[in-house]
């Protein structure tokens, strides 16, 4: 059968777009092969001190003295951890913008504000699971407060005169005291900061009663006896933590908030530059040194592949949803 002139253009088309397309795909392969060529952004969207930047900058000195590559921590704060988050959405899928994400604002922070400029699930890709925590409510050491029973005792005394810090409004942080507030059915007030220290320099100087605080950011304040804890929020008991009993065992059944952190690039980077970074850092978190460094800070190292994590963000993206809609929390 002879072509027709329709058949032999279209072939034409095929072969031009497949001749186009090919460099590019060399190009990825390429750039990929020879990841990373340059120094990588590590985005740390909390202010220095906290949680988040212990574990970030603990990340980016291991990759930096295991792997060779040169990874530069860049706190990016403000908003609940969303400005930074927003900073590495905008950033080019080339891999060398890195962002630390946790729960707070990853999955919580899309459902309490009212408009965001990114979508975790759509404008991300999870690259490597780095660790998890409960939260722990803590009080200086000298406070009246001895137990969560004595937290709760006051407040039905006097509705809304203790307070509360957290590292800032929207943060699974801030969410575990409205939901613990709501499971005691008390008034206390909350009084967000930007970041982990700011609160933690007021709780210490007694300008607030209570901080509801991630481990990692607590963890040196609880070892140096300048903070008590009176509670973790997970259903479990923290290893790091062992005789400090949890939020449920001490008559709130089945309350259980925990954190978690983790690695995230842009979408539409190379899924080769994803395996890479994700190999790297659980090569990092079988480390002896590396594992208890993170449980040193209050938290559990835990690896997963991409599609874990990526299964993970999705599933608590969900679950969320319901969770911040029943607690009755937004933000502008």
Known sequence: MTPTRRTLLLCAAGAALASSLAPAA??????AANYPAKPIRLIVPFPPGGGTDILSRLVATKLTESAKWTVVA????????????????????????????????????????????????????????????????????DSKFKTLKDVVDAARAQPDAITFGSP???????????????????????????????????????????MVSSLPSAMAQIKSGKLRPLA???????????????????????????????LFLPAGTSPEIVAKVNAEVNKL?????????????????QSMTPEQFGTLLKTDYQKWKGIVQASGATIE
């Open 74 to 141: 860049d706190n990016r704060a403000g908003a609940g951890g969303t400005i930074g988050i927003a900073e590495a959405a905008r950033a080019a899928p080339t891999g060398y913008d890195i962002v630390m994400g946790q729960k707070d604002n990853m999955v919580v922070a899309p459902w309490l504000y009212k408009s965001l400029s990114y979508d975790p699930v759509k404008d991300f890709v999870a690259v490597a699971h780095v660790a998890y925590t409960p939260v722990v409510i803590v009080t200086r050491t």
């Open 285 to 301: 978190l079988a480390q002896p040194d590396v594992k208890q460094a993170i449980h040193d800070q209050g938290a559990e190292p």
């Open 232 to 262: 973790v929020t997970s259903i479990k008991r923290s290893t790091t933590l062992p005789d400090v009993p949890t939020v449920a065992e001490q008559g709130y059944k089945d309350f259980d908030v925990s954190t978690w952190y983790g």
């Open 168 to 210: 800032g409004n929207g943060t699974t942080i801030h969410l575990a005291g409205e939901i613990f507030k709501s499971a005691a059915n008390i008034k206390i007030r909350h009084v967000p900061y930007k970041g982990s220290n700011a609160a933690m320099m007021d709780v210490l100087a007694g300008n607030v009663d209570l």
């Open 26 to 31: 060399a190009f990825a392969q390429g750039a």
